[in-house]
Structure formats: C-alpha cells, structure tokens
Antibody, heavy 118, light 107 residues
C-alpha cells in the first residue's frame, strides 16, 4: 500500500525550531519529487516547500523562505522539513505529499500538527 | 507569485445538481492546473491534473476544462459524498499556489 506518514509535530515556542519527518512506503521513493503543504486553522491549503527526486532542486513559499529547509534521505525513504524561527502564523496541520514541483500531488499523508505558542 | 481566485464560495446545491466552480489565474499558466477535493479530517485528494485529465479511480462525474487564465471544475450530478472543499492549484511557476477553496454544501 502506498503510504506517507508524518511525524514530529507538537507545541513550539515562538522563535523555536522543529523538524518534521515523513516516512514513505509502498512505492519507489527516489522516483518522485515530494512536497510539504500546510493548512492553518480555518484557512485553505498552502504549499510550503518542494524537492525533486535527488534533492538537487528545491523550492519554498515566500512565507517560509530563509526559515525552513526541505531535505530527503532516499536510503531511508524519508522526507524532512527543518523549521526555524517559528512564528504564530506557522501554526498549521502539515501534510507531506508525493509530487514534483511541476505536477500534481497524488498521494498525501494524514498530517502532523505544529502549534507555535508561548 | 501567481494568484489563484476561486468562485463561488461557499456553494450550496441539491443532490443531482450540476455544480461548476471557476478558478482564475493572475497570469497565463497554460494547462498547468490541478483540482483537489478536501474533506474534514481527511487528506486532500487529487481529482484533475493538467486542467482536464481525470486522475485514475476518480468518478467520471468530475471534470475540468480551461487554459491560460480561466478554468472550470464541474460535478455533473452532485452526490452526498461530494460534500467537501475543492481547491485549484497552479504549477506553472514557483511558488506553487492554491486557490482559496470552494466549500460545497448540500441545500
């Protein structure tokens, strides 16, 4: 079964850091680009970041550029999002999704929640 | 950044109705547009890619059309299980951007 499972969410103080992980299974991970998408409470979907199959190309939303870093470990079938200098408006449900930055995101995890609060 | 504007929201319709959602891009994005369905507590689901191609396994009552800056998404006969929020998303340019969403409700 094709599956993505996110982990690493929790409560973080403003200015703090958090690392999200996404474990992939059921497909050849290094055949696909991957993305992080978030949904703030009561808001719509927002693409956060994407990475190509080998990590050689990445992209970021303006709202997180310079603070968040996407990476992947193909040997571990895992995707990561390092989040630094967190702000209250980063509070959201963070989804991991399979899909190149140049296409559709066809497999999604159930998400992990990050709450930035003092 | 490319802005994606969806309308209407919300949308209230009866079971069996034909439902149409529009998505306007702030600049030409060719056919580089996807449509997603998002139900509360569930992961988003890709329905349509490249503006008009139905994702495998998606019922044929869903369809998409358009190119350039104007796109439409149609449910030919609304079913109770179609209650969800629908999003368009462009991938012509980075950053990828979503529309604000259209919440479809049963009248």
């Amino acid at each position: 079964e094709v599956q993505l499972v996110e982990s690493g969410g929790g409560v973080v103080r403003p200015g703090g850091s958090r690392r999200l992980s996404c474990a992939a299974s059921g497909f050849t991970f290094d055949d696909y680009g991957m993305s992080w998408v978030r949904q703030a409470p009561g808001k719509g979907l927002e693409w956060v970041s994407g990475i190509n199959w080998n990590g050689g190309s990445t992209g970021y939303a303006d709202s997180v550029k310079g603070r968040f870093t996407i990476s992947r470990d193909n040997a571990k079938n895992s995707l990561y999002l390092q989040m630094n200098s967190l702000r209250a408006d980063d509070t959201a449900l963070y989804y991991c999704a399979r899909g190149e930055m140049g296409g559709g995101m066809d497999v999604w995890g159930q998400g992990t929640t990050v709450t930035v609060s003092s | 950044d490319i802005q994606m504007t969806q309308s209407p929201s919300p949308l209230s319709a009866s079971v069996g109705d034909r439902v149409t959602i529009t998505c306007q891009a702030s600049q030409d994005i060719s056919i580089y547009l996807n449509w997603y369905q998002h139900k509360p507590g569930k992961a988003p689901k890709l329905l349509i890619y490249d503006a008009s191609n139905l994702e495998t396994g998606v019922p044929s009552r869903f369809s998409g059309s358009g190119s350039g800056t104007h796109f439409t998404f149609t449910i030919s006969s609304l079913q109770p299980e179609d209650i969800a929020t629908y999003y368009c998303q462009q991938y012509n340019n980075l950053p990828l951007t979503f529309g604000g969403g259209t919440k479809v409700e049963i009248k």
